[in-house]
């Protein structure tokens, strides 16, 4: 299965708002409310952001929010903050019970 | 606090075996399915297998599928992961996550993860 797609990279100035898509198919992003979001420092473990398209964990800021439409969902940051600059993967619950992560985005803080 | 501490990496030569090991605390880890995900130096994330907290049901990538075992121990509060016929490409750094309930795509704490690299 080929990895749900993301744009290679992203940036905004502080204070800017910016979104990351991912697109995949029917079987996995369209086809269940199970889409979630990671955020990668270098150097570091992945930490969850969004799941099930749109809820935030505790401790996660409001600034980050996602939504989906048909086949793409998407991670919106506002308020860019320079501690926001690093690598976002996004993932996907598929038809096979396995789980299916996008290419990864990298966001740069102009 | 809730913590997840890989071991058990380290080089290996193509065709061989390692396992990985996955100690958990903090949490009933009786009650959670967890993941082992990968990362090749570089590369994005890759996600390899899954096992439910009951061990009924499990699953893994087609790029290990018949090559890697994932297994746990509730009792010792660990999951493990069998790799054999490792290639290059199976070069990373492999995590093992735990999955929020009711949750399937939600990997909400990781581990620090260990490196294995495949080289002659």
Redesign the interface.
Known sequence: ?S?LTQPASVSGSPGQSITISCTGTSSDVGG?N???W?Q?HPGK????MI??VS?R?SGVSNRFSGSKSGNTASLTISGLQAEDEA?Y?C???TT?????????TKLTVL | EVQLVESGGGLVKPGGSLRLSCAASGFTFSSYNMNWVRQAPGKGLEWVSSIISSRNYIYYADSVKGRFTISRDNAKNSLYLQMSSLRAEDTAVYYCAREMMQSPDALDIWGQGTMVTVSS
């Open positions: 299965q990895a269940y199970y889409v979630s990671y990668q473990a992945p930490k969850l799941y099930d809820n964990p690598d993967y993932n996907s619950y096979n019970s396995a789980l299916l992560f996008g290419g990864g």
